[in-house]
């Protein structure tokens, strides 16, 4: 499985991204997928995860300005991001899983996922 994030730059405090993952391979690699984030000396951290149900769920910190959704069509993962704070400066990493994971089951953190993208950078400038 290869993922492939792209649309990170460069946004002032207040304004919107869209981050997308492409994925390729072996179908039903990605049924559970999701986004983290690792700002400058700090761990991966979970942004939002996109279920196999059609579900999301969101880290409190971007809830209500973060929407993640799925293009199975074009087997492609989005993130749009809105009313950014400079807080969300960080690489943004797409991760996938086969595991049909729950909301239940709370897929937060780095273990819960085998396949990863390479990174896309985010700066919000003040």
């Known amino acids: 499985v290869q993922l492939q994030a792209s649309g990170g730059g460069l946004v002032p405090a207040g304004g919107s991204l869209r981050l997308s993952c492409a994925a390729s391979?072996?179908?039903?690699?990605?049924?559970?997928m999701a986004w983290f984030r690792q700002a400058p000396g700090k761990e991966r951290e979970f942004v939002a995860a996109?279920?196999?149900?059609?579900?999301?769920v969101y880290a409190d910190s971007v809830k209500d300005r973060f929407t993640i959704s799925i293009d199975n069509g074009k087997n492609t993962l989005y993130l749009q991001m809105n009313s950014l704070r400079p807080e969300d400066t960080a690489v943004y990493y797409c991760?996938?899983?086969?595991?049909?994971?729950?909301?239940?089951?709370?897929?937060?953190?780095?273990?819960?996922?085998?396949?990863w993208g390479q990174g896309t950078e985010v700066t919000v400038s003040s």
């Open positions: 991760a996938a899983d086969r595991t049909y994971y729950s909301e239940h089951e709370k897929p937060f953190t780095v273990r819960n996922y085998d396949f």
């Open positions: 391979g072996r179908a039903g690699s990605w049924n559970t």
């Open positions: 996109r279920l196999w149900s059609g579900g999301a």
